[in-house]
């Protein structure tokens, strides 16, 4: 084994065999800490616990919400102490070449040694191999001082005990700097105070026992009713300007007069929030990025802003420290985070609008609403099952718009049955959101993709609308992409759509 993946005497990852006690085996002491659980929390301290409730329009249901029968109330900093914390150890290498029996360098070992011509060290030393190893030191163990063990002391603990458990998260070098979650994301507790926040509400999901993890904080002060009915000429035409079109139709699906309609059913209720992460195996990076909660059905869409994060080296908790190495203060960071969040609240309107008023004609791609979605990285059990919803409420079932394609895939991401907190469910939810805001550029992936897998050696789309864009302009000159004649869904049947993921994703 080498120097940089031996562990110390103190940090072996299986307990030793020459225990001269039994340990009860029909006990599994890893049930004493979760590998994988969500933790919902509702306000940012332990007094907000108590009197702050849910916004109006959330059934605090599943394992992402305290219910009325939780045992007690839990708050964002209540979570934060619930986070693992790393620890970092000492790494020590097995020197082979020490005899065990007398403690001494063994020449002969030496001399043995594949590719190491003992003449040529005996000529350039001017020593024999015997004297150099009577000189040397004899340490049956060698201090690693280039690498550190990143280690779970909790697991740590239970292994000292003689139990079968596996505690180390990384082998690290000695310039990686732990960021724990009380120096992350207290700081992150404290923006939010300055601005008033105290009414956050939101979860984290964790895995490899906390090594992973991902915190999901709503904040219901950044909330906006979206109007969606299109009926306003204003709205139409902020539309147009932002997109450059100017054939949206407004056409309600269901048939009834706009001016009968009743006006709640025209609106979306969306919150802004904060999702981040980190990785304590491996990744060197803590990140962060705004999402927009609706609290009507408890969809959320990841990643909606700019993606920020620190990576694991100086002292995250010193502010004039980071300073001095040309790094933002953490406090400062989490506002800057802030900051955007805002901005992106307040331009969601026609990105959303915009959604329900673009189609795409399957009929003219030569793929169908199923392999768009495998195409882009969806497995086919849950592509199918989005396929399946989209076609239903798309009319005609072959134009959906960008709307129902991703609110139809977050709907089947309801049944994903691997970890929330894992890399690949939130590389999926990504897949939605891109529908959303980049469709011209999903589109293109997916046309990429089906060229890759067909036969004919003709391009699906033509050579200069293969161009990667986010602009939906662009998208237009793409065949299949088109303003849509009359939405496929009205706002009764969207909202009807959207309440089903709150028994999917909630469970």
């Given at each position: 084994m080498s120097a940089e993946t031996q562990p110390s005497s103190e940090h072996r990852d299986t307990p030793r065999s020459d225990r001269d006690f039994a340990v009860d085996e029909s006990i599994d002491v890893r049930s004493l800490i979760a590998k994988e659980q969500t933790l919902p929390f509702l306000g940012l301290t332990p007094a907000d616990a108590t009197t702050v409730d849910y916004p109006d329009g959330i059934e605090p249901a599943g394992?992402?919400?305290?219910?009325?029968?939780?045992?007690?109330?839990?708050?964002?900093?209540a979570v934060i102490k619930a986070l693992p914390q790393a620890s970092s150890g000492e790494l020590r290498a097995v020197n082979e070449f020490v005899d065990p029996a007398d403690e001494t360098v063994d020449p002969e070992e030496i001399r043995d040694v594949d590719g190491l011509n003992a003449d040529l060290l005996e000529a350039a030393t001017g020593q024999s191999v015997e004297e150099l190893a009577a000189n040397a030191p004899s340490d049956r163990l060698l201090d690693v001082t280039d690498h550190q063990d990143i280690i779970d002391r909790r697991r740590l603990a239970l292994a000292a005990l003689g139990y079968p458990v596996k505690f180390r998260w990384q082998i690290a070098t000695s310039t990686y700097s732990i960021i724990n979650p009380e120096e992350a994301y207290l700081p992150l507790m404290g923006a939010l105070q300055k601005h008033g926040a105290d009414e956050a509400f939101g979860w984290a999901d964790m895995r490899d026992w906390g090594g992973v993890a991902k915190l999901t904080v709503i904040l219901p002060d950044f909330r906006r009713e979206l109007d969606m009915s299109q009926s306003d000429g204003s709205t139409k035409a902020a539309i147009r300007e932002h997109d450059a079109l100017a054939d949206v139709d407004p056409t309600m699906s269901d048939g009834s007069d706009e001016d009968d309609r009743d006006d709640e059913t025209a609106t979306v209720t969306v919150y802004g929030g904060i999702q981040t992460g980190y990785d304590f195996r491996g990744s060197q990076t803590m990140w962060a990025k705004p999402l927009l909660f609706f609290p009507g059905s408890g969809t959320v869409m990841y990643g909606?802003?700019?993606?920020?994060?620190?990576?694991?080296?100086?002292?995250?908790?010193?502010?004039?420290?980071?300073?001095?190495?040309?790094?933002?203060?953490?406090?400062?960071?989490?506002?800057?985070?802030?900051?955007?969040?805002?901005?992106?609240?307040?331009?969601?309107?026609?990105?959303?609008?915009?959604?329900?008023?673009?189609?795409?004609?399957?009929?003219?791609?030569?793929?169908?609403?199923?392999?768009?979605?495998?195409?882009?990285?969806?497995?086919?059990?849950?592509?199918?099952?989005?396929?399946?919803?989209?076609?239903?409420?798309?009319?005609?079932?072959?134009?959906?718009?960008?709307?129902?394609?991703?609110?139809?895939?977050?709907?089947?991401?309801?049944?994903?049955?691997?970890?929330?907190?894992?890399?690949?469910?939130?590389?999926?939810?990504?897949?939605?959101?891109?529908?959303?805001?980049?469709?011209?550029?999903?589109?293109?992936?997916?046309?990429?993709?089906?060229?890759?897998?067909?036969?004919?050696?003709?391009?699906?789309?033509?050579?200069?609308?293969?161009?990667?864009?986010?602009?939906?302009?662009?998208?237009?000159?793409?065949?299949?992409?088109?303003?849509?004649?009359?939405?496929?869904?009205?706002?009764?049947?969207?909202?009807?759509?959207q309440n089903t993921i709150q028994e999917s994703l909630n469970q």
């Amino acid at each position: 084994m080498s120097a940089e993946t031996q562990p110390s005497s103190e940090h072996r990852d299986t307990p030793r065999s020459d225990r001269d006690f039994a340990v009860d085996e029909s006990i599994d002491v890893r049930s004493l800490i979760a590998k994988e659980q969500t933790l919902p929390f509702l306000g940012l301290t332990p007094a907000d616990a108590t009197t702050v409730d849910y916004p109006d329009g959330i059934e605090p249901a599943g394992r992402r919400f305290l219910n009325a029968d939780a045992s007690e109330a839990r708050s964002l900093k209540a979570v934060i102490k619930a986070l693992p914390q790393a620890s970092s150890g000492e790494l020590r290498a097995v020197n082979e070449f020490v005899d065990p029996a007398d403690e001494t360098v063994d020449p002969e070992e030496i001399r043995d040694v594949d590719g190491l011509n003992a003449d040529l060290l005996e000529a350039a030393t001017g020593q024999s191999v015997e004297e150099l190893a009577a000189n040397a030191p004899s340490d049956r163990l060698l201090d690693v001082t280039d690498h550190q063990d990143i280690i779970d002391r909790r697991r740590l603990a239970l292994a000292a005990l003689g139990y079968p458990v596996k505690f180390r998260w990384q082998i690290a070098t000695s310039t990686y700097s732990i960021i724990n979650p009380e120096e992350a994301y207290l700081p992150l507790m404290g923006a939010l105070q300055k601005h008033g926040a105290d009414e956050a509400f939101g979860w984290a999901d964790m895995r490899d026992w906390g090594g992973v993890a991902k915190l999901t904080v709503i904040l219901p002060d950044f909330r906006r009713e979206l109007d969606m009915s299109q009926s306003d000429g204003s709205t139409k035409a902020a539309i147009r300007e932002h997109d450059a079109l100017a054939d949206v139709d407004p056409t309600m699906s269901d048939g009834s007069d706009e001016d009968d309609r009743d006006d709640e059913t025209a609106t979306v209720t969306v919150y802004g929030g904060i999702q981040t992460g980190y990785d304590f195996r491996g990744s060197q990076t803590m990140w962060a990025k705004p999402l927009l909660f609706f609290p009507g059905s408890g969809t959320v869409m990841y990643g909606v802003g700019q993606r920020y994060s620190r990576r694991h080296v100086g002292d995250v908790t010193n502010a004039a420290h980071e300073r001095a190495h040309d790094r933002v203060p953490i406090m400062e960071w989490w506002g800057n985070i802030y900051d955007d969040l805002d901005a992106r609240t307040t331009t969601v309107d026609d990105v959303l609008v915009r959604a329900r008023s673009v189609a795409i004609d399957f009929e003219v791609l030569p793929f169908d609403v199923d392999d768009f979605y495998v195409y882009l990285g969806i497995p086919s059990t849950y592509a199918e099952s989005a396929s399946t919803r989209a076609t239903r409420i798309a009319m005609p079932d072959s134009c959906p718009t960008l709307w129902n394609l991703q609110l139809s895939l977050l709907v089947a991401l309801g049944e994903f049955e691997g970890s929330r907190a894992s890399d690949t469910f939130q590389a999926y939810n990504e897949v939605a959101r891109d529908i959303l805001f980049s469709p011209g550029k999903s589109i293109q992936l997916a046309a990429r993709e089906h060229d890759l897998q067909a036969d004919d050696d003709e391009p699906s789309i033509a050579p200069d609308q293969q161009t990667l864009s986010d602009a939906l302009g662009e998208a237009f000159a793409i065949p299949g992409v088109e303003a849509a004649s009359e939405r496929d869904l009205s706002d009764t049947d969207a909202q009807r759509v959207q309440n089903t993921i709150q028994e999917s994703l909630n469970q």
